[in-house]
């Protein structure tokens, strides 16, 4: 991601996290200031809230080489401007890719054949070839450690958009293997993280250990969450990639 013209002043950025899949930028626009960029890559932009109890805007995605100042046609009202009196902010996740990993059909049997619910949390806002994109919020002290349990399919990053406090949970056995029981998770650590924080976790073979077809990845692909702050949202941005 670059401006195509010297308004340097109008913005700034900084990396969050990158590996060879995924770079995760964090960008102020200023008020009242359009900047346009152009994109080397496959690139989501996802305006961040600043009132955490305004739904989140819905993320844009710009195809390698689409200018990100031109009003997409697929989202005619979402653009690279701010019009507010205030400095705004986006999450920009760049896919560092030119193609993906894996074909829609791989991905429907990655989701098909998921021992648990791989609905992973929140609301699915956009998907394409490329990725599938979360809004994550829990509720102060929400969510529950038996009924959240997911499995991840694919690679994921997710951005704490504010100081966050999660406990996560691991189940003890599968869930075929004890039905009905009520308690069936254990709690696998306590997680905190500031804001503009980033976890990545490179899931691989659709949540199953390295060449197993029945073996679970547990906790790093199964686990559920729990907002561990009584006073606060938890809030995230998501991304998987195909």
């Known amino acids: 991601m670059s401006p195509s013209s010297p308004q340097k002043s109008c913005y ?36 961040v809230a600043a009132d955490g109890d305004v739904a ?17 046609q697929r989202y005619p ?12 902010r986006e999450i920009v996740f760049e896919i560092l890719q030119s193609r993906p990993q894996h074909t829609e059909e791989e991905v429907k049997r990655m989701l098909a054949r998921a021992v648990y619910s791989t609905h992973i949390g929140g ?13 994550f919020q ?11 349990l997911h499995q991840h399919v ?13 406990r996560v949970y691991k189940p003890r056995l599968l869930r075929e293997e004890k039905p009905g029981e009520e308690d069936d998770t254990e709690l696998v650590c306590l997680m905190e993280r500031q804001s503009g924080e980033v976890i990545w976790s490179s899931i691989s073979n659709g949540g199953f250990e390295e060449d197993s077809e029945i073996k679970l ?6 686990h559920s969450v729990e907002n561990d ?13 195909k």
């Open 229 to 241: 702050c009584t006073d606060s949202k938890f809030r995230e941005y998501m991304i998987e990639l």
């Open 56 to 72: 989140a805007p819905r993320p844009v995605f710009y195809n390698a080489g689409e200018d990100a100042a031109t009003p997409n």
């Open 154 to 166: 694919l690679p994921y990053a997710f951005v704490f958009l504010q100081h966050g406090r999660l």
């Open 77 to 88: 009202n979402e653009h690279n401007s701010n019009n507010n009196q205030e400095p705004s």
């Open 217 to 222: 990845s547990i906790p790093k692909a199964v």
């Open 138 to 148: 829990i509720p102060p002290g929400g969510g529950h450690r038996s009924n959240d």
């Open 123 to 135: 609301k699915m806002v956009l998907e394409n070839e490329f990725c599938r994109l979360w809004d």
């Open 12 to 47: 700034s950025s900084r990396i969050l996290h990158e590996n060879p899949r995924l770079r995760v930028i964090e960008v102020q626009l200023s008020p009242s200031r359009t900047t346009p960029f152009s994109h080397a890559n496959p690139t989501v932009r996802w305006r």
